[in-house]
DNA sequence: CATTAGCACTCTAAAACATGGAGTGCTAAT
DNA sequence: ATTAGCACTCCATGTTTTAGAGTGCTAATG
């Protein structure tokens, strides 16, 4: 066996040994993998194997005479073998109450994610997570404005997804209807059908560029416009409900517990997991302390993106304990952004 | 010692184990109350009166030869003569600091409110809950529409609260810019300075009444206007940080933590219980079993009401065990509401 | 006669101890 | 190379012991 490559059937032994973990949320003996899994190799095998496996850091052992525990290196090989060469084929019953649960919903995209994270929460037993679109991502539809007092006027941006944001301004000058209609027309001429991002560079690269000519008038509406799209780059970062998740015997302490609030609690940590990966698409999986949040070292999350008809991509996943069932959960994230994506693609 | 009257010492007695249960954390012996009170007497002479105590059913005991445990109605009791009679004084540098917190929010309610929630949560070490005025009370400052696409239109309602609100209404017929500009002229004149209840009783009878006669864009208006006040009325209650709360030995079981979420994730819960006091000034109590909701039996909550500059009024509570510290909550609450009602009522 | 010292009694939480079994690592046999 | 056999380790569980906190009662006390 050399250090850089596993055998065949080391791997199996590693599987099985992972797999029955995770089943059986408790050290695994070698009698255990023999008896669950047909091998045709006798206990004494195993054991030599995982020995071995102990080793090279796929295993490890609570004490002398304890069964095996995966580290977060084998979870590693598991999970991506799960990711690339197999797939659990989901129930179609559940399936179905997928897409019937998220097909229920308005189309608000924002209560389309709040009901997925808890879909997921639901389904999963674990803890789901999903946040809309990045702001930065969405197509801008229509602006407008409502007077709101002499000196101040809300702004209010429509997306193609459905996103509405409402931005208080206030004026440097008192503005007629009037004025305010012509900027609005303006502004929706110039502007629709543009992402945040796009707007941002090409019209207020062009703002300074007729900065000097032009209507004075249309120089206050890109003053305006500008002081409207920049808000904070919220997180609505939407988690299902998280009374179910404690029954398992891996949140069974106060401390883990504990530590899944505050990691909840902090949602911008979250967001920040969440947002790194929002580049990439399908499922992908982060282990223990491969977060490098310190409140989520003792936690996995799965996560994947999904997209709307535009081009902006929002994310969901699930935070379960580094012993989770991936076996269920990848398949289960991948087709619920599959879903969700679906959903959003239609007209 | 007759049943429906305590005399002087027992009452003094009751209080005194009582505070010393809710300091201690642990059933409390005779001779615990005759080291930190000065009453005195003998433990025996306690003892004594303790037991009459336990007959009358303020205080309890878990076994035999244990301290005594305060009950609900002893706590009531205990709350009772603190709401009455009684207020710690407020420690400045921490005054300091809850002005400093909510002083050093924008002028936007919601996040006022958020930060109060959070506020809540961090002195008290409690789960602070906090919602918004109900919708029903609020003031409308002005509305607005935002064209969507021919068949749609943005409602936006702006209340003085600072309340912003948006309904997505489908149109039957198309209508103009200039139409829409009307309906907008027509309503703001109408509405304006009305609370939401005042406007759907005085205006939609009006509606009726008018059915018949006038402009046929008013009623058009009026249709509109309808619907753009149907929202659902939801809750939008904040709760604070939970990850702090839970070091308390109140919270220090799985089952209890387990319930607290659950009391805290059903927020339409909270919301009926912070609703149902709505009416009455000042801080209110609710012990164990007092709130009628499954999930809270366990749990206590202090509320108080804060009021805006109009006649809006909402609600900030903390949820804590019913051990929780009464003598240093209640004044928090108080006060918090007072400093919020004073920041919402400047101009 | 209300109060209290004194004391036997109760119950528990914590410590100390005992036991069974699950699981290992090694060795010798296949 | 595999595996049966076995001695050994360690923990989880259950049992026993112990110390002490607290009570309720009784008899003594001002």
């Given at each position: 066996m050399t250090m850089s490559e ?216 890109l003053r305006i416009f500008k ?121």
């Amino acid at each position: 066996m050399t250090m850089s490559e596993l055998d065949e059937r080391s791997k199996k032994i590693l599987w099985a040994t992972i797999k029955s973990y995770i089943d059986l949320k408790s050290p695994i003996g070698s009698e255990v993998v023999t008896k669950r899994f047909s091998f045709g190799l006798s206990p004494a095998t195993i054991r030599n194997t995982m020995a071995d496996l102990i080793e090279l850091g796929y295993l490890s052992q609570p004490h002398t005479s304890a069964g095996r525990v995966p580290t977060e290196k084998g979870y590693r090989l598991y999970v991506d073998a799960l990711l690339k060469e197999y797939t659990l084929p989901l129930d179609p019953t559940f399936l179905q109450q997928l897409f019937n649960r998220l097909h229920s919903i308005e189309k608000n995209i924002n209560r389309l994610i709040e009901e997925t994270s808890k879909t997921l929460s639901a389904f999963s037993h674990y803890v789901g997570v999903a946040i809309p679109p990045q702001p930065k991502e969405i197509t801008l539809k229509r602006i407008g404005f409502v007077k709101h007092s002499d000196s101040k006027v809300l702004c209010v941006l429509i997306s193609e997804e459905g996103i509405v944001k409402n931005k208080l301004i206030t004026l440097a000058e008192v503005l007629t209807q009037r004025d305010l209609n012509k900027i609005t027309n303006y502004l929706n001429h110039e502007i629709t059908g543009l992402t945040l991002n796009e707007i941002k560079t090409k019209i207020l690269s062009q703002m300074s560029r007729e900065k000097t000519i032009c209507d004075e008038l249309i120089a206050k509406a890109l003053r305006i416009f500008k002081e409207a799209i920049t808000w904070l780059p919220e997180y609505n970062v939407y988690t299902g409900e998280i009374s179910g998740t404690y029954n398992l015997p891996d949140f069974a302490t106060i401390s883990q517990i504990k530590k899944l609030f505050k990691a909840i609690e902090y949602k911008h940590f979250i967001a920040k997991i969440l947002d790194k990966i929002a580049e990439s698409d399908g499922v992908q999986v982060f282990i223990g302390s491969e977060n490098t949040i310190y409140e989520m070292e003792d936690f996995s999350i799965v996560v994947s993106t999904y997209k709307d008809r535009y081009i902006a991509r929002g994310t969901i996943g699930i935070i379960g304990p580094t012993g989770m069932d991936y076996e269920h959960v990848i398949p289960l994230v991948r087709h619920t952004a599959e879903t969700l994506t679906e959903i959003l693609s239609e007209g």
